[in-house]
């Protein structure tokens, strides 16, 4: 059996390099921003608006985080426990949650330990924006790719100019890598050795473009 953290609810990065600039999926899960809406719409409306109205784009746009219940804490850093106290007991946007660079590294030692549940966006949110999906909420959703698109690439022009085409670019990326996870798991699996790495013999294969 093989896995692969890859779906709609995994977390969706931007990448920084080079020029062009893109996405990459996963393998950490989040919870949808549209899903977060759709059980707390009020605190996640308002800090979506607050964030849309703010003219230079933050790099904890749309992003949240909760506390788990009733899981023990103990045994945490005085630094990790402070983080966590910050977070209490409310849907928190994590841009007032971290205040310095170093607690990006507690917020992921909360997250290993299962305290705390990270929202951001995902590919499902980009079904929702696309009309694909409806249980959620769409507005929400559309509010927060809108946010991600606007983060600059390395020519300094925006990673996308509306919802839809920064969910495209989402669901393409998806589409790209689940592809790829396919095809290393079936060269993988040959008899006869094809001589580099399945990685390097697969890659080729996902980037053809489609007739």
Known sequence: MRTSGLGGDSQVHFITEGLVGGVRLGPRR???????ASEVGDIVHATLDQQLANPVPNEYDGCFVRLLENMPSGG???????VLDRIGDHVKP???VLKIRLETQSLR??????????A???ASDASHALGWATAWD??????TLRL?????????????????TMARIIVDQLTQQTVLALLETAFDE?????????????????NAKRP
């Open 190 to 206: 040959e008899e006869t050795a094809f001589g580099v790495p399945r990685r390097r013999a697969s890659t080729p294969c996902a």
């Open 120 to 122: 951001s966006v995902t």
């Open 94 to 96: 994590l841009n007032t």
């Open 109 to 118: 030692r909360l997250l290993a330990r299962g305290l705390v549940q990270l």
């Open 30 to 36: 989040v919870v949808p921003v549209s899903l977060l």
């Open 138 to 143: 769409r507005p929400a959703a559309e509010k």
């Open 76 to 82: 945490l850093t005085d630094r990790d426990a402070a």
């Open 148 to 164: 991600f698109g606007r983060q600059r690439t390395g020519a300094g022009e925006m990673l996308a100019k509306d919802p839809q």
